[in-house]
């Protein structure tokens, strides 16, 4: 049989799964998931010039999180406009 090389990602999610890490939901709870996750799917391009100070500091908070700064901003965005 062939070694499968899995990414560091995939590596990662594997070893939470031997560890138990992760839990069953039920058909109901899994249909919102995906329902959520669909409806936050990206599907327009944005061009925005910003002061290059406030872009670092921007990258800097989004590090700190451990995520990519469009990624950041994405929900930035998208909390603003579900805001009431």
Known sequence: MRKINLTRQEKAIE???????????SKT????IAESIA???KDA???VRVNSHDL???????QKLGIKYQTF?????HRIAQAH
């Open 45 to 47: 391009v944005l061009n």
């Open 56 to 62: 670092a500091t921007i990258k800097q908070r989004a």
């Open 15 to 25: 070893d939470s799964l031997l560890k138990g890490e992760y839990i069953n939901v």
């Open 29 to 32: 709870n899994f249909a919102a």
């Open 39 to 41: 409806a936050r799917k």
């Open 73 to 77: 901003v994405s929900e930035v965005i």
